[in-house]
């Protein structure tokens, strides 16, 4: 059995995108335990396509596609197939006919980018497009150097994670998070974060911070809580201070666990019953607050990690 290995290193070297194309490889077998020889690998249901003309084999899933596709969207597979044709020799096995390319990533992941090249309008015209599917296009078209995919992702997730506050402010009223705006089976903003941070996604950094920030402030607003009661619970006080202190936990700080609206970071408007509670001149005093401590926060958010400014980062925002 002829098998052609596409090295991770072979496809780094001399690119400016070394700390994508460098991630740890896939080991082979993963999800199975064991690695099988390649005659005995699982032809993928829907993507070992019949007229295919090369088989490509991801951990013990192989994948039949076309070589004049994968050619033309991505300078990686033009170099490989257009300046050493694979051809085995009469003496070596292949499968059905062709010769094997190895590669080393996950087969679920590499499933996403043949069925995005096979249906490439569909990147195009779904409103919502899965958190999986995304981040694993988003890496791969970096490290396959598919220039076209990889504009029309970023493109696709930049207006929810946008660079002025008065838009992110509308997602927050309409969707809640950028994240579940932006995508179905929404993940964890630190998620996000890491994904936008690993594939320099730079014009979208600062929102996903802003809301692994919030995130981070809500679960430790929560240990707080719980910190404070376990305290009260165990610490001998008289009965005067008890009270006092247990006020204190249910009206001040369990809000600000159960009730994110109650954020300055947050909060288009104010919801909770605790805020139902003030009259209308505090009310609209609070939300004029919480508004200007949200602008200076954004304004400073960039700078907070090192990262260029609002302006700078406008430049990188991808245009139709």
């Known amino acids: 059995m002829e098998v052609v290995s596409l090295d991770e290193q072979q496809i780094s070297s001399g690119s400016s995108n070394e700390r994508i194309l460098k991630r740890p490889r896939v080991d082979e077998g993963q999800g199975n335990g064991l690695e099988v020889p390649t005659e005995q690998c699982r032809k993928h249901p829907l993507l070992y396509l019949e007229d295919g003309n090369v088989v490509l084999r991801c951990e013990n899933t192989l994948f039949r596609f076309y070589i004049g596709v994968l050619s033309r969207k991505s300078e990686i597979f033009y170099d490989m197939f257009g300046l050493a044709p694979i051809q085995p020799t009469d003496s070596e096995k292949t499968v059905d006919g062709l010769p094997v390319v190895r590669l080393y990533d996950s087969a679920e992941d590499f499933a996403h980018l043949l069925s995005a090249l096979l249906d490439y309008e569909s990147l195009f015209l779904q409103k919502y497009i899965q958190?999986?599917?995304?981040?694993?296009?988003?890496?791969?078209?970096?490290?396959?150097?598919?220039?076209?995919?990889?504009?029309?992702?970023?493109?696709?997730?930049?207006?929810?994670?946008?660079?002025?506050?008065?838009?992110?402010?509308?997602?927050?009223?309409?969707?809640?998070?950028?994240?579940?705006a932006a995508f179905t089976l929404s993940p964890h903003p630190n998620e996000v974060l890491k994904l936008f941070w690993e594939c320099d996604?730079?014009?979208?950094?600062?929102?996903a911070l802003y809301e692994a920030t919030v995130r981070a402030l809500a679960t430790f607003n929560s240990k707080h809580?719980?910190?404070?009661?376990?305290?009260?619970?165990?610490?001998?006080?008289?009965g005067?201070?008890?009270?006092?202190?247990?006020?204190?936990?249910?009206?001040?700080?369990?809000?600000?666990?159960?009730?994110?609206?109650?954020?300055?970071?947050?909060?288009?408007?104010?919801?909770?019953?605790?805020a139902r509670a003030l009259c209308e001149v505090c009310v609209g005093e609070v939300i004029r607050d919480n508004r200007a401590f949200r602008y200076a926060f954004w304004d400073e958010l960039p700078g907070m990690f090192g990262l260029p400014t609002w302006r700078e980062l406008s430049e990188f925002v991808i245009l139709k």
């Open 131 to 180: 958190y999986p599917r995304f981040a694993a296009l988003l890496r791969l078209s970096i490290k396959y150097e598919l220039e076209g995919v990889h504009k029309l992702l970023v493109h696709r997730v930049q207006k929810h994670y946008p660079v002025g506050m008065s838009d992110y402010e509308r997602i927050m009223k309409e969707h809640g998070t950028a994240a579940t």
């Open 201 to 207: 996604v730079k014009q979208c950094l600062p929102v």
């Open 225 to 238: 809580v719980d910190h404070v009661r376990s305290t009260l619970d165990t610490v001998r006080t008289c």
């Open 240 to 274: 005067e201070c008890r009270r006092a202190n247990l006020i204190s936990v249910e009206h001040l700080l369990l809000p600000a666990r159960n009730d994110l609206s109650l954020s300055p970071l947050r909060d288009p408007g104010l919801k909770s019953d605790v």
